[in-house]
């Protein structure tokens, strides 16, 4: 099915990519839902979204980085968690009926997410949830590593709503948060269904790798240098949230 129609699915993810990384997201849950779409067959679905996951947060870790904006003693707070979940999320065994639940519900609460407002500068004291923060990402890892999702997306905004930096800075984490877990997903993917499926999964969607790498530059380069394109992310929750109704209601 992704050979079928190269240019169109590229330019999607191209612009999932752009969208996603001016906010510091990798865009795994949009790959996901528009790979869904295509009839990929959901072994290779969650590989091919952390790859993607991995090609895009990368360059925008760096540029965060450079920037000077992430946090990193805090922030390797939260990917010392996420991380190992993540792994244990890809070694599990989970039948195509449930992945296309747990898929169809993550990206629903996944559009939810992205409509809740991201402050250009969070401001204020600490809440006492931001001290509970590392904890959400364990599960948030688990979920990363199971069905593909990189789980920034959620983190993101409990976040801002804990006030546990400035807005910069919590893109930067969640960038880096994504990539980590992204790639250690990836790694329990693989030892779970080998090598074989997972060049199968790159082989298919090579065009779209090549894809979100340049969408991913340019997203993390407006991350740094300009506001968030609050338009282009409430569309993108639309189409999120639809797929993960279709997905629900096995339609």
Not at 177 to 186: E, P, R, T
Not at 205 to 210: D, H, K
Not at 214 to 222: A, R
Request: glycine residues 14%.
């Amino acid at each position: 099915m992704i050979g079928a129609v190269p240019a169109l699915l590229a330019a999607a993810f191209a612009l999932v990519a752009l969208v996603y990384a001016s906010v510091g997201f990798g865009g795994g849950s949009t790959y996901a839902a528009l790979l869904a779409l295509a009839g990929l067959d959901y072994r290779l679905l969650p590989m091919l979204a952390l790859a993607c996951n991995i090609v895009v947060v990368a360059g925008g870790s760096i540029r965060f980085a450079r920037a000077r904006l992430t946090p990193w003693r805090r922030a390797w707070g939260l990917v010392a968690l996420g991380a190992p979940a993540s792994f244990l999320g890809g070694l599990t065994p989970i039948a195509e009926s449930v992945f296309h639940a747990l898929l169809g519900a993550s990206l629903l609460v996944t559009s939810l997410a992205m409509l809740i407002p991201l402050r250009e500068r969070a401001g204020g004291t600490p809440t006492r949830a931001a001290r509970l923060m590392p904890l959400m990402a364990a599960p948030l890892g688990y979920l990363a590593g199971l069905v593909g999702i990189g789980g920034g997306v959620f983190l993101a905004p409990l976040l801002h709503l804990a006030r546990w930096e400035s807005a910069r800075a919590i893109a930067a984490s969640s960038s880096l948060f994504i990539l980590v877990n992204s790639l250690f997903g990836l790694a329990g993917q693989m030892l779970k269904h080998g090598p074989g499926l997972m060049g199968a999964a790159v082989g298919a969607g090579l065009p779209l790798l090549v894809a979100v790498a340049i969408g991913g530059q340019v997203g993390s380069l407006l991350a740094v240098r300009f506001l968030p394109l609050h338009w282009l992310r409430w569309l993108t929750a639309l189409l999120v949230a639809l797929v993960g109704m279709r997905l629900l209601l096995g339609l």
